[in-house]
T-cell receptor, first 110, second 115 residues
Framework: QKEVEQNSGPLSVPEGAIASLNCTYSDRGSQSFFWYRQYSGKSPELIMSIYSNGDKEDGRFTAQLNKASQYVSLLIRDSQPSDSATYLCAVDTNAGKSTFGDGTTLTVKP | KAGVTQTPRYLIKTRGQQVTLSCSPISGHRSVSWYQQTPGQGLQFLFEYFSETQRNKGNFPGRFSGRQFSNSRSEMNVSTLELGDSALYLC??????????????FGPGTRLTVT
């Protein structure tokens, strides 16, 4: 079992729809959770961080964390073609280990 | 505020050679982490430095090493290069060490090709 698993892609949604990206993690000692967006040929760009259970909203993005279920998700509302990228889920444990999922590739079709 | 910078951006080396990559963190950031990204293995943690001390190391052979200077700039060295070392090497910086509810920001990466 991988330490951080993301829903297998690719994910395709029409413009204006909600894109839902999911991530599960295995280490119960994990405390910090991040979502990054990576365009082809570029480096990861931080979108959201979340540290406590519940929802955190930033513009069109909402991160959701459920530590009991070891689950974190990212919702993108009103998806735009410019949101087409690979989304990486990252998890930090208290021991300072950073682990990334393999990423989910999102395509938003006009 | 300037972002994380990495030099060089592209590098071509021959098997058996060694290479040194450089990373300058965001001003004020004291933690620098290095990652290797390949299509097959994804983004994998190499090591993290904070205040010139290595705090954590990923599952990479001893050929991969690093250091951090007093100004928080960091270098990564790979000795005896192998074809499988071809990858995008990314560094990321943060104010606090990893595991302390702090965000890290990535540099543009160094694309290393080993022939």
């Amino acid at each position: 079992q991988k330490e951080v698993e993301q829903n297998s892609g690719p994910l395709s949604v029409p413009e204006g729809a909600i894109a839902s990206l999911n991530c599960t993690y295995s280490d119960r000692g994990s405390q910090s959770f991040f979502w990054y967006r990576q365009y082809s040929g570029k480096s990861p760009e931080l979108i959201m961080s979340i540290y406590s259970n519940g929802d955190k909203e930033d513009g069109r993005f909402t991160a959701q964390l459920n530590k009991a279920s070891q689950y974190v998700s990212l919702l993108i509302r009103d998806s735009q073609p410019s949101d087409s990228a690979t989304y990486l889920c990252a998890v930090d444990t208290n021991a300072g280990k950073s682990t990334f999922g393999d990423g989910t590739t999102l395509t938003v079709k006009p | 505020k300037a972002g994380v910078t990495q030099t060089p951006r592209y590098l071509i080396k021959t098997r058996g050679q060694q290479v040194t990559l450089s990373c300058s963190p965001i001003s004020g950031h004291r933690s620098v982490s290095w990652y290797q990204q390949t299509p097959g293995q994804g983004l994998q943690f190499l090591f993290e430095y904070f205040s010139e001390t290595q705090r954590n190391k990923g599952n990479f052979p001893g050929r991969f090493s690093g250091r951090q200077f007093s100004n928080s700039r960091s270098e990564m060295n790979v000795s005896t290069l192998e074809l499988g070392d071809s990858a995008l090497y990314l560094c990321a910086s943060s104010l606090k060490p990893r595991g302390n509810a702090d965000e890290q920001y990535f540099g543009p990466g160094t694309r290393l090709t080993v022939t």
